[in-house]
C-alpha cells in the first residue's frame, strides 16, 4: 500500500459524512420552520425564517465540515 492510499477516503466514508453534513444543514432550517409556522400561522414568515436558519446552518456546516473531512 502506497502512502496515496492511506489519505484517500472510502465510499463508507463519503457516504457517512456527507449525510452527518445534510443533517446539519437541513434539521435545523425543517424545525425552525415547522416551529415558526405553528406559532405566526403564516407561511410567508415561516418561509423566511426557515430560509435565515438554513444559511446559518450552511455557514456552521461549512466550519464543520472541515474538521470532518481532514484525514488524519
Do not use: R, Y
Amino acid at each position: 500500500m502506497t502512502n496515496d492510499n492511506k489519505s484517500k477516503f472510502t465510499i463508507c466514508e463519503i457516504v457517512i459524512k456527507g449525510t452527518i453534513i445534510a443533517m446539519i444543514i437541513t434539521v435545523p432550517s425543517i424545525i425552525s420552520f415547522i416551529i415558526s409556522w405553528i406559532i405566526l400561522e403564516n407561511l410567508i414568515s415561516a418561509v423566511i425564517l426557515g430560509g435565515i436558519v438554513h444559511f446559518i446552518a450552511m455557514g456552521f456546516s461549512l466550519k464543520i465540515s472541515k474538521n470532518i473531512l481532514i484525514k488524519k
